[in-house]
């Protein structure tokens, strides 16, 4: 008796396809019987042990690769540029208020210094100094915040895409280790049929065989 190895599906003497995935059956291939010697019960729960760690592995690799191609797809941003206004007009407001309060004071310590006359001008000059130089502080101040805000930008941009460049070498060796995986466990394909091969269906042979409900490993693949 014969059984399709993609899906499982048991194939008479005449059938050229699967009836039931439509598979190409050749006639030469070995079917299940005459793949494998007979296993006992304990080789059958013994390779259904093996076979759900090797297909778990194998899965969890391909989870893996799968997680790690979404990380690299993902759009890297360009690193934004901050202005340096965006700091310094707190320093226009400042500066006005200082203005203000150096004009009134120095031009009432002239006014009770007896020249009132010139309290005023002198007050204004005093005032327009004081906002110079609070103007120069603040462009300064400012210049400084925009040059380490920009430069902590592009230092994450750069920290982004180097992790990229190390997921894109972590995704080859994955994908290296899978391949080396799944050829390892090319030589249970003429037993397990494709849409076993996961972990899954071997847990559930293992429970089969486990609780007596299937004599052999490929009793249980039947069930």
Known sequence: MAFCTKCGTELTSEDLFCPNCGLKIDPAAPNEADAVPAMTKEESIALAVKLTSEYGALEKLKHEIDEAELIIKRPIPEAPR???????????????????????VVGLVFALGGTGEVSSSIGAVAGFVAL???????????RNQRDKMNNQEAMRIH????KVDQMKKKTSELKTSYSVKK??????????????????????VRILLDSGKADNFYDALKL
Do not use: Q
């Open 132 to 142: 110079a130089a609070t103007l120069i502080l603040g462009g300064n101040f400012a």
């Open 183 to 204: 050829r390892s466990l090319e030589e249970y394909d003429a037993i397990v049929p494709e849409s076993r091969r996961n972990r899954a269906s071997m847990e559930k």
């Open 159 to 162: 920290t982004l895409r180097g």
């Open 82 to 104: 901050h202005a340096a206004f965006k700091f310094f007009w707190p320093f226009l407001i400042i500066g006005f208020i200082v203005y203000i309060l150096v004009y009134l």
